[in-house]
């Protein structure tokens, strides 16, 4: 939930992402999560950057409650309406090959992604299921 930066022009590193916590408030503990991140894989680096001021910025992550992103046709919604939402920590490696994917749907082409891959992620999966466990599927509340 936290970035950090050496300066204007410098360095921008770090995220945590804590699951079911929804404030938006910058803790010094994440900065340190950051730093130990940042140690671990580029000690040099991090050597450098500890004693720097940090700062930072937080906010809440998209998700789901499977923790599956969404990608695909809006249920029930508009001809033509698509999504994709619910990447959680994960947008950066996500969002390219899910774009993809949404507009091969769009365009009516070969998805880059498995069938069975495509069904984990399809926006209807939470009105299936509940039709699959004998509820009413308008009463699809996400598990």
Same mark, same amino acid.
């Given at each position: 939930?936290?970035?950090?930066?050496?300066?204007?022009?410098?360095?921008?590193? %770090?995220?945590?992402?804590?699951? /079911?916590?929804?404030?938006?408030?910058?803790?010094?503990?994440?900065?340190?999560?950051?730093?130990?991140? !940042? @140690?671990? %894989? !580029?000690?040099?680096?991090?050597?450098?950057?500890?004693?720097?001021?940090?700062?930072? +910025?937080?906010?809440?992550?998209?998700?789901?409650? &499977?923790?599956?992103?969404?990608?695909?046709?809006?249920?029930?919604?508009?001809?033509?309406?698509?999504? $994709?939402?619910?990447?959680?920590?994960?947008?950066?490696?996500?969002?390219?090959? !899910?774009?993809?994917?949404?507009?091969?749907?769009?365009? %009516?082409?070969?998805?880059?992604?498995?069938?069975?891959?495509?069904?984990?992620? /399809?926006? &209807? +999966?939470?009105?299936? +299921?509940? $039709? @699959?466990? %004998? +509820?009413?599927?308008?009463?699809?509340?996400?598990?």
């Amino acid at each position: 939930m936290c970035s950090s930066d050496l300066s204007p022009e410098g360095l921008v590193f %770090g995220a945590t992402h804590d699951r /079911d916590v929804t404030d938006d408030d910058v803790r010094p503990l994440d900065h340190g999560r950051n730093l130990e991140t !940042l @140690r671990e %894989g !580029l000690p040099r680096l991090a050597t450098e950057v500890e004693g720097s001021a940090l700062s930072g +910025r937080a906010s809440v992550r998209a998700v789901t409650p &499977d923790r599956l992103p969404l990608a695909g046709p809006v249920p029930g919604g508009e001809k033509g309406l698509f999504v $994709l939402s619910g990447l959680g920590s994960r947008g950066f490696c996500l969002a390219p090959l !899910l774009a993809e994917h949404v507009a091969t749907q769009i365009l %009516g082409a070969p998805s880059p992604l498995p069938s069975k891959m495509a069904e984990l992620i /399809d926006p &209807d +999966r939470f009105r299936r +299921r509940a $039709l @699959r466990r %004998g +509820r009413p599927a308008d009463a699809a509340a996400p598990d």
